[in-house]
């Protein structure tokens, strides 16, 4: 099959045992290509899991799977940009840039783009090639005809997100700390206490977003199993699948069968469902429509 | 780095905002062409070609500038628009272009080479690293920093950078790092970066609901009124939205930015330009914010203590934050 499932890095505060056993069990289990590795949303959660990225890479790299190290998505402080600067300048490993300041160090040497900067179009994409980008993973709210647009004149491999809550905004304001009466500087990393980011409710009591310490998520999980076959027509073949703490390896199952054709989508849709505890799904942005929209779910698989 | 003197750069969303600024004092007028090239792409508002021309006429014949604001980022398969912006803006002899999309900042830096390129704040380049690869990939002369950054951020940033710092002062407040925010499409399926719009008036709803007012984006409830408060625009990230089992306005009160006690830091930071946000606004609310600001920009230049705005008819019932400027912000 001419389509390939990669794994996002994980976005949310997790223990450093969870996140070790995570990685591991994906390594040894998950039909995965690329393991996207690193802290991208947070610099105070880092220090916790760094000591065990060595052992992790090593794992994944034994079980056949491509390691890049992804940085952080809002540079600010010195010590942030120290730290982005330092997995830029690594002899022998690949780095995602999720900022300019990492596209800065990187330019002239092989390296990926991943979705937080902003490449909207075939001129941006240009840019970002020449300057030695081979790997290209678009924003979320792109529409299909952009995507279209966009794979007609890549040189490099492009990717969507296929699965996972969707990153909606960054903020220098930790919204974790405000629901919890913190400060950033003292936050106590009460983002912890949220596997898969703290649910926002409108005032009628609707969900609609979630927070994840800086970063303002969709409440929803966006899902393009329906679209496997159309991303493939238009020319995307990289599919990230974002980490959440439900099993993993059985969402990565669930696309890898759909992909080889054993699995019909219905099918994958309910497995899908009953692995995120019915958390709906989205697809909006891929028609151009409200990213939060979910279209043929309801129609199609009673979603 | 220590400015003498700071530029004062303000909006205008129609030819009578633009004549009002300069009358008012403003050094620069930045403004955007009427489509989706710019991040105000409202109704009603922004220039013809004919109109920006008669406004660049008008500056420079009392001694202003005119920016134009090209910060969306172009649709793929669609730069036309975009292109013939930029080249159109350069022939009717705009001071600097205002853009944040890198293919659009190569396309201006290639073929039009002598219109000075400014950073658009939604390009978000928050560190000294991405602000030098805008200037060394682009020859870009002047950055607009995000609103993320603290004063003595700010300062320490201009010391590692070559290029001019335009600082938000007063008006509308993102809260979220410009250029990379979602949040609208995602309600609405319009957002800044592709349409220009930012929770439109297209998607807001506002529902008696007896002894409520509620105001909607799209599908979703942004807030809700007794009968005795004003009901608010539903601007997404000022909504009150519950977490925890508590309503709070948890990303930012619905208030706006006035950082005019931080002018004389700012100047000492090394900051060269303060912009107030507002090309939606009316030419009368222009005069007034302009003026004022005129009055604080040269008394911080004469190292006086900044006048009182007098702003108070205009901004009345708002509340009011220094924003990312002061860090207990964050």
Request: net charge negative; proline share 5%.
């Amino acid at each position: 099959m001419n389509a390939h499932l990669n794994l996002g890095p994980v976005l949310f505060n997790w223990s450093a045992d969870t996140f070790r056993d995570f990685y591991f069990r994906m390594a040894d289990e998950a039909p995965l290509e690329t393991v996207f590795l690193g802290e991208v949303v947070c610099s105070k959660r880092e220090p916790f899991f760094a000591p065990e990225l060595p052992a992790i890479a090593e794992r994944l790299t034994a079980a056949g799977k491509k390691v890049v190290f992804s940085t952080l998505a809002l540079v600010m402080t010195k010590r942030e940009r120290d730290m982005v600067q330092q997995l830029c300048e690594m002899d022998g490993v690949i780095v995602e840039a999720n900022d300019i300041s990492a596209v800065s160090y990187l330019q002239g040497r092989p390296h990926t783009i991943g979705p937080f900067v902003n490449i909207y179009n075939e001129g941006s994409l240009a840019v970002m090639e020449k300057q030695g980008a081979t790997h290209i993973s678009l924003p979320g709210e792109l529409p299909r005809s952009s995507l279209q647009a966009l794979a007609k004149t890549a040189k490099a491999d492009l990717e969507v997100q296929a699965f996972g809550r969707q990153p909606l905004a960054v903020s220098a304001r930790c919204y974790h700390a405000r629901s919890h009466g913190l400060a950033k500087d003292s936050c106590q990393y009460v983002c912890a206490k949220d596997p898969d980011g703290m649910d926002l409710d409108t005032l009628d009591g609707d969900a609609f977003l979630a927070v994840n310490g800086i970063q303002t998520m969709s409440y929803t999980c966006a899902n393009l199993i329906g679209e496997l076959d159309d991303l493939q027509t238009i020319g995307i073949h990289h599919f990230r699948l974002s980490p959440h703490s439900c099993d993993m390896v059985d969402v990565t199952k669930t696309f890898e069968a759909v992909l080889k054709g054993q699995m019909e989508t219905g099918e994958a849709v309910e497995k899908l469902n009953d692995l995120m505890d019915g958390l709906p799904f989205s697809n909006g942005y891929y028609y151009g429509q409200e990213g939060a929209k979910a279209k043929g779910m309801v129609e199609e698989f009673g979603l | 780095m220590k400015t003498q003197k700071l530029e004062l750069v303000c909006p205008a969303g129609t030819p009578a905002a633009l004549r009002a600024a300069v009358d008012a004092g403003a050094d620069t007028v930045y403004c955007g062409f009427r489509d989706a090239t710019n991040a105000r792409n409202f109704p009603g508002l922004n220039f013809s070609r004919d109109e920006l021309a008669s406004g660049i006429d008008y500056a420079k014949a009392h001694g202003a500038q005119v920016l134009v604001a090209l910060n969306t980022y172009p649709e793929a398969g669609n730069p036309a628009p975009w292109h013939q912006a930029v080249e159109d803006a350069a022939d009717l002899g705009a001071h600097a272009l205002i853009m944040a999309d890198i293919g659009l900042l190569a396309y201006a830096a290639e073929k039009r080479p002598d219109t000075r390129r400014h950073l658009s704040v939604q390009a978000s380049a928050s560190n000294p690293a991405a602000i030098n690869y805008y200037q060394e990939t682009f020859d870009v002369k002047r950055v607009v920093l995000p609103r993320v950054l603290t004063v003595p951020e700010i300062k320490a940033l201009n010391q590692e950078i070559d290029v001019e710092t335009e600082v938000f002062v007063f008006g509308g407040l993102c809260v979220m790092a410009e250029g990379r925010c979602s949040l609208s499409s995602y309600a609405t399926g319009q957002s800044p970066n592709i349409n220009g719009v930012c929770s439109p008036a297209s998607h807001v709803r506002y529902e008696d609901k007896g002894n409520k007012m509620v105001s909607k984006l799209g599908d979703f409830t942004i807030n809700q009124f007794s009968q005795s408060e004003a009901a608010g625009y539903p601007t997404l990230c000022k909504g009150r939205f519950v977490t925890q089992d508590k309503a709070s306005y948890l990303f930012e009160d619905p208030t706006s930015l006035n950082a005019a006690e931080f002018l004389p830091d700012l100047m000492e930071a090394g900051v060269t330009a303060l912009k107030i946000e507002g090309r939606q606004r009316g030419k009368a609310y222009i005069a007034q914010v302009v003026a004022a600001f005129r009055k604080a920009a040269d008394a911080a230049a004469n190292n006086q203590p900044i006048p009182p705005l007098g702003l108070e008819n205009i901004t009345e019932g708002q509340r009011e934050t220094t924003g990312a400027y002061n860090k207990r912000w964050q």
